[in-house]
Nanobody, 123 residues
Framework: QVQLVESGGGLVQAGDSLRLSCAAS????????MGWFRQAPGKEREFVAA????????YYADSVKGRFTISRDNAQNTVYLQMNSLKSEDTAVYYC????????????????WGQGTQVTVSS
């Protein structure tokens, strides 16, 4: 059974940093695209960042470019999201995703999802 387990969410102030982690088990994602999506209250889930294990290409939503960095450790089957200069509009539940489909350099959907971790940024 494939599982993606996120950790690292929490309550921070605007301008602070957080690092999210996602540990995968049940299959290896070393050649797949892994990524992060988020969903704010009352809004649809949106793409945040992705990392191709095959090409080592990274993809970012315009809203986080320059502030967030996605990385991965294939040996640990883990993907990370370093979030700096957090803003109140970054408040959302963040979901780890495995086998992300990327179209026009943007993640659209995924085959596997974590349960989500809450990130709350107070202004």
């Amino acid at each position: 059974q494939v599982q993606l387990v996120e950790s690292g969410g929490g309550l921070v102030q605007a301008g602070d940093s957080l690092r999210l982690s996602c540990a995968a088990s049940g299959r290896t994602f070393s050649r797949d695209v892994m990524g992060w999506f988020r969903q704010a209250p009352g809004k649809e889930r949106e793409f945040v960042a992705a990392f191709s294990g095959a090409s080592y290409t990274t993809y970012y939503a315009d809203s986080v470019k320059g502030r967030f960095t996605i990385s991965r450790d294939n040996a640990q089957n883990t993907v990370y999201l370093q979030m700096n200069s957090l803003k109140s509009e970054d408040t959302a539940v963040y979901y780890c995703a495995g086998k992300v489909a990327v179209i026009a350099r943007k993640g659209t959907t995924a085959d596997y999802w974590g349960q989500g971790t809450q990130v709350t940024v107070s202004s």
